[in-house]
């Protein structure tokens, strides 16, 4: 009898432990990342982009049409010089803790932003803000170092509390990089080593549809789709945010999974060392693009998306379509590099003491980076270019590449908030010109585009650009891919921002 | 005269545990600076990582300070040692910013250590079971042993992802069929903590006994450490004296047993590594990968001295009960 009763406590045990129902309601997602902080200035990587969406928000932000619409500002004007906007602020909203935002939080955020002693990568990002100013409890007027036709555009920045710092002096070790508070629809209840719990702010302003959400550190692909693939009623997760070309056909007929295509601002590219002597010849730049079989390697490697002539994806307003991509031509290839004085030498080409050899360093976090780089090889080795791949982790790549400039050739990609912004890139020692290009020309027009005000004439002047890029060759413009999210059917009313993704989750339901 | 021998063998004894502690310690302090070193000069740094393109110099050269990457090798860990004396390992930078590495860095290892100590348990505890159970070996034992020894050949990560594979599609298609809720374990990675649900921690510890070779390597040691206990002079002695056996076969048996979990434990605890990840527990094999591709040198260098010192102290442990057991352990030894 005893024995018995000893055997039924023991399996009740085991059916609690092993056997409750998963939590309903709940929105799970995993991140490849873990978010860099949770403090929107020390935003460093796109997990952390997409998870202060639901935290924080900005005076304006971008509806779903691309309009600029009030979110924590109701109304602003700006001055006819367009070097002064006044914005003023929506009542009764309350931070996370219940205590309410005013004008003086505005002001302390780009105080602090601007601050010498908080240290953050985009704080270009702040620059362009001579002085701000609280006028009262609800109004906050901004000069500008420079006239702008939508000043209001500039102003999507997220916005702190005052009342949780000390100084303007922030740094990225403090508490409130893990337990943030904003305004925002969620606020943070855990956050722990792989997972961070967001709960419905009950002071939010507006509405939002679901009641929580869980962020899940998991860095293995296969782990992400497994998920979603034994997802439903409540288990596994509702949203893989992105879905490899390999994993499409998972999820094409599936009942329970939706594949929403969404675009974002980015584009591949193969980039030249120009420091390096034979690669700032013009003609071997000529004989690498010809080279190199680009809709192949897309569609072999990464699935679908357009062949790229520019700096611009094909939806960009200065994408210029009288440019055509190069279609690969190795006899041509040959050619160029025979025309330059390149002879084939024991399967490599080479000119006086110069082998065409080179080291190709690509950063192990790009998507199927290896066997994308076999085939470049491959198509390289038919002209007689020899490359040597380096696959190095983020942390190596960043200091090797972009801050040593230690590199022949490599693979990357370019993401934008918006509009591609390409000055940084291709002006002389531009900030993000890590190629060492320069050509004057180019600087020419890309000086005068900084100038100009006049949207129609910077959209020609882009497409100038492009043209001239195409003929260059400071990079190979590669493609811009097209992104699939996998999404529950249980989830609702989606909409994805490009590059912010969950902008609009508010609206998100939860079936 | 026998009080006095007692007198001379504790203070040779407390001399021996002296002389063991001080050597572990400077195994500690080596190992310390060794794994700082290496993370130090390793290629890529935080800073870089966390600043981009867009960092001026100014701009590095300050968080550089702020972070203590501004001194040199030998000055950092020195003033890091003098601060780890007091307990405080520092605080994590990139891999979870502002968290106090001693705190981080102790549960997590906790779980790892639990996950390690407990599974080698289970296994000395099964294996020392089937032994006593098959006694002499026979040719019909093959009949188990073989499959058993092949099936236990496979690596434990191996083991883990096909035991997820096999549950997650055996429960999805009873989901499928019924239309019933799964257990709050399903999916599996479940990303639950250990105070929610057991089944991770359970899974991992049945991937990690059934992985490796462990079983089969404890199975075989210990079987041939009970056939020499039984069949030793001093056993017939014990058998005709009428005395109990047991307890004189258990005594026999702690320090061979012992040797062969303390050789075994650093080997379990690199497995856990990876198997944890498998079962997204939240140990130090997790951390100690992540904290490292985002070069956070006082999480890496905290995580990794929790794990020399388990091993270290494992073998001082092991020492001291021996030395109990056995006292012509510290003669021999010390």
């Given at each position: 009898m005893n024995r018995n009763t000893a055997l039924k406590a023991l399996c009740c045990l085991v059916l609690t432990l092993f056997m409750s129902p998963a939590t309903a309601k709940v929105f799970r997602y995993p991140e490849s990342s873990k978010p860099s902080s949770l403090m929107p200035f020390f935003i460093e990587n796109m997990s952390?982009?997409?998870?202060?969406?639901?935290?924080?928000?900005?005076?304006?932000?971008?509806?779903?049409?691309?309009?600029?619409?009030?979110?924590?500002?109701?109304?602003?004007?700006?001055?006819?010089?367009?070097?002064?906007?006044?914005?003023q602020l929506k009542p009764n909203i309350k931070w996370h803790d219940g205590k309410p935002f005013s004008a003086q939080d505005v002001v302390f955020t780009v105080n602090a932003a601007q601050d010498r002693g908080t240290i953050f990568g985009l704080k270009g990002k702040y620059r362009f803000i001579r002085s701000v100013q609280a006028v009262g409890n609800l109004q906050v007027r901004f000069?500008?170092?420079?006239?702008?036709?939508?000043?209001?555009?500039?102003f999507t920045f997220?916005?702190?509390?005052?009342?949780?710092f000390q100084s303007?002096?922030?740094?990225?070790?403090?508490?409130?990089s893990k337990y943030p508070v904003g305004t925002g629809p969620f606020k943070v209840e855990k956050n722990e080593l792989r997972l961070i719990r967001l709960v419905k702010n009950p002071h939010y302003w507006g509405r939002a549809g679901i009641e929580a959400i869980e962020l899940?550190?998991?860095?293995?692909?296969?782990?992400?789709?497994?998920?979603?693939?034994?997802?439903?009623?409540?288990?596994?997760?509702?949203?893989?945010?992105?879905?490899?070309?390999?994993?499409?056909?998972?999820?094409?007929?599936?009942?329970?999974?939706?594949?929403?295509?969404?675009?974002?601002?980015?584009?591949?590219?193969?980039?030249?060392?120009?420091?390096?002597?034979?690669?700032?010849?013009?003609?071997?730049r000529k004989a690498f693009a010809l080279a190199l079989n680009r809709e192949e390697l897309l569609e072999a490697h990464l699935g679908q998306g357009d062949l790229l002539s520019g700096p611009f994806t094909e939806s960009s307003p200065y994408y210029n379509f009288d440019v055509e991509p190069r279609e690969q031509d190795i006899e041509e290839a040959r050619a160029l590099l025979d025309q330059a004085g390149y002879k084939m030498n024991g399967g490599v080409r080479s000119k006086g003491g110069t082998r065409l050899e080179f080291d190709f360093l690509v950063n192990k976090d790009l998507p199927?980076?290896?066997?994308?780089?076999?085939?470049?090889?491959?198509?390289?080795?038919?002209?007689?270019?020899?490359?040597?791949?380096?696959?190095?982790?983020?942390?190596?790549y960043q200091e090797q590449v972009m801050k040593q400039r230690k590199f022949d050739l490599t693979m990357n990609i370019w993401s934008f908030e918006e509009l591609e912004d390409i000055y940084p890139l291709f002006r002389t020692s531009g900030v993000r010109n890590y190629i060492n290009y320069s050509n004057q020309e180019v600087d020419v027009k890309l000086d005068a585009s900084r100038k100009e005000s006049d949207h129609k004439a910077y959209k020609e002047l882009m497409k100038e650009l492009h043209m001239m890029l195409n003929d260059d060759l400071p990079y190979i413009f590669l493609w811009s891919l097209d992104i699939y999210s996998g999404l529950s059917r249980?989830?609702?009313?989606?909409?994805?921002?490009?590059?912010?993704?969950?902008?609009?989750?508010?609206d998100w339901m939860l079936k | 005269m026998s009080s006095r021998l007692d007198e001379t063998r504790g203070w040779s004894l407390s001399v021996w545990v002296f002389k063991r502690t001080l050597r572990s310690f400077a195994l500690l302090v080596g190992a310390s600076f060794l794994i700082y070193a290496t993370l130090r000069t390793a290629p890529g740094n935080m800073v870089d990582l966390i600043l981009g393109i867009n960092g001026t110099e100014e701009a590095r050269s300050a968080l550089r300070a702020e972070f203590g990457l501004d001194q040199g090798i030998i000055m950092g860990y020195g003033e890091w040692a003098v601060r780890a004396l007091t307990g405080d390992l520092g605080r994590s930078i990139t891999f979870s910013p502002g968290d106090n590495v001693a705190e981080v860095a102790s549960s997590a290892f906790l779980v790892t250590l639990a996950l390690s100590v407990l599974s080698l348990i289970v296994s000395v505890t099964l294996a020392f079971a089937l032994a006593v159970a098959l006694g002499r070996p026979r040719p019909k034992h093959n009949l188990l042993l073989t499959p058993l020894s092949y099936l236990n050949a496979a690596p434990s990560f191996v083991v883990a992802i096909v035991l997820t594979s096999c549950i997650n599609a055996l429960i999805y298609m009873q989901l499928e069929g019924g239309g019933r809720m799964g257990p709050s374990w399903y999916p599996i990675p479940t990303y639950?903590?250990?105070?929610?649900?057991?089944?991770?921690?359970?899974?991992?510890?049945?991937?990690?006994?059934?992985?490796?070779?462990?079983?089969?390597?404890?199975?075989?040691?210990?079987?041939?450490?009970?056939?020499?206990?039984?069949?030793a002079q001093y056993m017939n002695a014990v058998r005709a004296k009428g005395a109990p056996v047991l307890p004189h076969m258990v005594k026999n048996l702690i320090v061979p047993t012992l040797s062969i979990f303390t050789a075994r434990l650093p080997l379990v605890l690199s497995a856990v590594v990876v198997v944890e990840y498998i079962f997204t527990l939240d140990g130090s094999g997790y951390l100690l990968l992540e904290a490292a591709r985002v070069r956070d040198v006082p999480l890496v260098v905290g995580v990794s001295l929790f794990f020399i010192a388990a091993v270290i102290c494992m073998n001082l442990i092991l020492d001291l009960v021996k030395a109990a057991v056995d006292p012509r352990e510290v003669t021999r030894v010390g």
């Open positions: 952390a982009v997409r998870v202060s969406e639901f935290i924080f928000e900005s005076l304006v932000t971008k509806n779903k049409r691309g309009d600029i619409e009030g979110v924590l500002a109701q109304n602003w004007s700006a001055s006819p010089d367009g070097l002064s906007v006044t914005f000069t500008l170092k420079k006239a702008s036709k939508k000043p209001e555009e500039l997220k916005i702190i509390p005052k009342h949780h303007t002096a922030i740094t990225r070790l403090d508490r409130f899940m550190h998991t860095p293995d692909s296969n782990e992400q789709i497994n998920l979603l693939k034994y997802s439903g009623q409540g288990a596994g997760v509702q949203n893989v945010i992105f879905i490899p070309p390999k994993s499409m056909s998972m999820f094409e007929n599936s009942d329970s999974v939706v594949l929403e295509p969404y675009h974002t601002v980015a584009w591949w590219y193969f980039a030249f060392n120009h420091k390096n002597p034979a690669l700032s010849d013009i003609s071997v199927n980076c290896q066997p994308l780089a076999l085939s470049i090889q491959a198509d390289l080795k038919k002209i007689g270019i020899k490359i040597n791949q380096k696959f190095v982790d983020n942390s190596l249980r989830v609702t009313n989606i909409f994805i921002q490009p590059y912010n993704y969950y902008t609009f989750f508010k | 639950q903590a250990i105070s929610e649900s057991l089944a991770p921690f359970s899974f991992a510890m049945i991937s990690i006994s059934l992985g490796d070779g462990l079983f089969i390597d404890l199975f075989n040691a210990l079987r041939a450490e009970l056939r020499s206990v039984s069949g």
